[in-house]
C-alpha cells in the first residue's frame, strides 16, 4: 500500500472532499447526508445534500476524515459526534455525552482491496479519540449482507477490539470501542 496521509473535513480541505465525490463512481448521490438531519430528505436531489453537506462543513462542525495518496484523494470515512446524526439505532441513549460514531466508508475503485479501508477506520478511531471522544460506535454488516456494505465490515472492527453491543435493525451490527 502506497503512502497515506489522512486529513478532516473542514473548510480549508473542502475542495478535496468535493472533488472525491465528484468522481465517477462516488457517491455524489448522498453527499453523506444519509445519516444526517435534511429537510425534505425523500425528495432532496444530490446539489441539496451537496448544499446541506457545505453548510455543515461551513459552520465548523466535524463531518468525517479523508485519505490523500500524494495529491489524489483516494478515500473518505464519515466520523463525527453521534449527536451530529441522526438517530442511529432505536436502542441509542442519547443522554450519554462523548460518543462519535463512524458511519461511512467510500474508497476510489482503482484504489479498493489495498487496506486503505482499514487505514481509515485506524484513522477515524485515532481522530476521534484525539478530538475528545470517550467511546466510538459503529454500525458495519457481516460481509455477506447485500445492503449498508458502505458503513463498513464487522471482522474490520472486531479486530480493533469494538465490541458487539446489540442491532440496528436487521443487518446493522452495533459495536462500540471505549477510549
Known sequence: MT????VPVTSKTWPDFETLFERPGSPNFCWCMS????????????????KAMAAIVAAGTPVGIIARSGSEVVGWCSVAPRESFRKLSADQDDIEKGIWSIVCFFVVRSR???????????????????????????YPVDPRSPSFRFMGFKPMFDTRGFRATGMAGSRRNVMRLDG
Do not use: C, Y
Open 3 to 6: 503512502r497515506l496521509e489522512f
Open 112 to 138: 479498493r482491496n489495498s487496506g486503505i479501508g482499514a487505514a481509515l477506520l485506524d484513522a477515524a478511531i485515532d481522530h476521534a479519540f484525539k478530538s475528545g471522544a470517550s467511546a466510538i460506535e459503529a
Open 35 to 50: 445519516w444526517r438531519d435534511l429537510p425534505d430528505r425523500q425528495s432532496a436531489g444530490s446539489a441539496d445534500k451537496k
